[in-house]
């Protein structure tokens, strides 16, 4: 993973971006709050931020971020940002003009200047925060009223979230692996048909056409073989006519010269007949080496009655299904009462349920609107009766300080003038003139100086007498100098104290001078009339003070609500409920819940009308491939006796047939039975073998003819010569196109052999994209259980932070794929987006602090927030403020035009970098 040491925006330097111009700021570490009020430009310079990190929306919009952030002066938007990244600086130098080729963007280094080179060119903030521009907005930018997350197409949050969590590292991405798998997979089945395998397919299918057409030739060369074989056959039937023309002459020549015997021929040519007929029927009913019997055909007509039986059955279950879609028919039309809340989607009654509740809100809050209001005309006009009961309240309160002050004043002179008179000791002060006091204050000095020269110079001479006389004398001047000195002081402070006494008569006269001035003009009778009006004034401003505070405390809460926005979606509400009143003709909400239970119930209804359809449908399908299996039990056994071309439903017709050949079968050997004891009779011992020589190749010839002369005969005869040249002259004809027909063709064998090693390959690469399908999935299935693991640690971060914001007792905060966020309170489960305004942005606010906690475990970067607790009130304002410090982000840019969120901060924050605009 790539390690982010830190980043930090140090200055941002504007040229020109929307109606700001030449302006600069400078950022520190830790808390920066930014304060101006509304118009100033507080959201603009936020924005320059996030342009200056991940570019401009290219979208073709009316109001796109191009045309909103030009300047109206016409120059170019252009300015820098100097971000800090892991103790380095940066500078992002960037302009933007009309169109996106006129726009340009450089980083350089911000020591030598030097252009840096980086992979996201246009997007810097990829560099230093490792996220897109999307994650950035849903993490640490949050603009006003924008703290809501919704998931779109750029989405990577949950991706890089359990990359760390699954690998350790963000940019080792399992998705990125799938992707390489899914990417191999489409290079062998590719989406236009152009895969490896699909190459192989394609390529299979033109040898398999080729193969076909070898196929055919085959069978076009068999046709002409067959062709051939009976031109052959023809041939030899024409010489077989021939001869037997020639042996019908003989004939002819014999019955004349063998009268005698024409009976006894009639009954052996009866009897070859029969046995003719015999091995024709016999050959009818032998197929293969089996011949056909009454058993062989009772099973075949057993199981075609087993078939037919169960196409009755197939009936009746085609006919309960058309009973079934009838139902589903009228259900559905009865469906099309309650069409209006198919088109409200899934959960309709909570959705109701929640229209309800919203309704109910709405309407309380807009009630708690009046009642402020209300209650401020009440304060109102409780202060009007406060002030109208005051006299001389308008001059009192312009003058209120300087009575104040006046009254201190004169307290305290009273208090001081009393504390001199009570310490003053007059006795004390009862000494001589003070031109006295200084003569002998220099006497004593005089005295001293001399007794202090001669105690030196006693000293210097050792003159012992001498000092012990000085000494005392110079003890004798200290002590008189100290005495004349406390006199002389004592003195001093008599007189000053005598001023001070004066002074302060002076000025307690001049204060009560004063008072009875401001006595007279507020009409008052004595001091302490004048003193309870100024107390029943204290009181008055006090209580106005307070009220007033109210006041402002309850128009704050009122702006709090966003009216018109409340007032709009009552109204939308309301319409949306009278709608469902005018479609289902009901006067209630109740009612319309009552149909939701019969439209549910009606649906489950559906619902099982379907499973009923699917099931007999299933049935259906059993019973054709019970159909398809029995009637292939009964082809095999048809193809035996070359009936499997007949219809089942004909196949009693044709054993029928085969029956009644079976039963001719039997007829015809009784019949040869009696003609063979009835020509035995005939003959009366005569030599039957001589006869049978004589005439064997007449009879044996199958000869039918009726000609009547031999010149007959001789014309038929040349007449199936000129026949036999023809066919001879076709035969040669098709052995010669047979010999030609493979010319410039490959065998079909090579083709087959090219086909199989088509096969293996195909086979290895369909092994392949199995085994990377199966890794796919699997990575798939520990990517998405690596998922469920990191969401209950997510669930839990959102639910402190959002209990911390709230003071609630939430137990429980559910997070889906597209971050719609479901809470649990007690037992009950409910959509967040039921919350109020103010509630629903702290729980958004906990889930981005959650994400960045997990994206940045460090949270070494700045996060950016412009008026986002707007709709909170003081107190969870300054709740949020509290979890933005202790969350200790490397820097905080906060944007604001409340006077009240700086006051948090310096409850909360000892030192932070505070910029007015």
Known sequence: MREVRFVRIKRVTIDFFAGIKNKTLDFSEGFNLIYGENERGKSSIESFIKVWLYGMDNSRGKFNDRKRYLPLSGEKISGELTVEYNGKGYIIKRTFGITKKEDTCEVLDEITGEAIEMEYKNE?????????????TKTLFISQLGVIVSKDKEEEIMEKITNMYSAGDENISITKAIE?????????????????????????????????EAYKLGEE???????????????????????????????????????????????????????KKEEDISGQLKKGNEFIT?????????????YLSLLDVKQEKMNKLHELDQEYKEKNDEMKKYSVFTSMGNNIKEKIYTLKFDQQNLEDKLNNIINIKNSISRIKIDISKQKSGNESLEFICKHRQEIEELLISYKDGLKELKYKIENQDSSKYLISDSKDGNNNIFIAYALGGISCLGFVYGMVNQMISLMI??????????????????????????????????????????????????????????????????TKYDKYKSYSDNMNVIMK?????????????????????????????????????????????????????????????NGVKEELRNIDEQLIDREQEIKSKTTVIGLENTEILDLHIKIKEYKEKINSMKEVKSALKNVEETYKVLLKDRNIDEIKEEMKEIINSNINYSYESEEEIDTE????????????KEIKDLEHLIEKRYIGKREISEIQEELLINKEKSGKLEKEFKALDLASSTLQEAFDEVRQNIGPELNNKVVDKFNFLTDGTYKEVKISEDYTLKLREDTKLFDGEILSNGAKDQLYLSLRLSIVDMLFKNKNVPIFLDDAFVQYDDKRREKAIKLLIEENFEQVIFFTCQKIEKLIVDRNRDNYNLIFL
Not at 124 to 136: A, D, K, L, Q
Not at 185 to 197: A, C, D, P, T
């Open 469 to 534: 006389v000085l000494l005392p004398l110079f003890l004798l001047s200290i002590k008189l100098y100290v005495t004349y000195s406390l006199e002389a002081k004592n003195n001093e402070l008599a007189k000053k104290d005598k001023m001070v006494v004066e002074k302060l008569n002076t000025q307690i006269l001049e204060s009560e001078e004063k008072l009875n001035l401001y006595i007279k003009r507020t009409n008052s009778k004595s001091y302490e009339e004048f003193i309870n009006k100024l």
């Open 180 to 212: 390489k798998l899914e990417k191999r997979k489409k290079q062998l089945f590719g989406v236009r048909k152009s895969g490896e395998i699909d190459l192989l397919e394609e390529k299979r299918n033109l040898l398999n056409e080729e193969l076909w």
């Open 717 to 728: 005869i040349r007449k199936q010569s000129n026949e036999l040249l023809k066919v001879e």
């Open 294 to 306: 009454n058993e062989f055909l009772d099973e075949i007509s057993e199981k075609s009655s087993r």
């Open 221 to 275: 060369n068999i046709h002409n073989e067959e062709t051939l074989i009976k031109k052959k056959q023809d041939k030899i039937n024409i010489k077989e006519q021939i001869h037997k023309l020639d042996l019908y002459k003989k004939y002819i020549k014999k019955i004349k010269l063998q009268k005698d015997y024409k009976e006894i021929c009639d009954y052996l040519i009866k009897g070859e007949e029969l046995k």
């Open 124 to 136: 810097p903030g990829r560099m230093f925060f490792n996220i897109n521009s999307s994650t950035f």
């Open 553 to 613: 405390d309850k128009e704050e809460e009122i702006k709090s609500y966003n009216i018109t926005e409340l007032k709009g979606t009552y109204n939308k509400n309301k319409g949306v409920i009278s709608s469902l009143y005018s479609v289902l003709l009901c006067k209630s909400l109740d009612e319309v819940l009552e149909k939701i239970d019969v439209y549910e119930e009606l649906k489950e209804d559906i619902l099982r009308n379907e499973y009923k359809i």
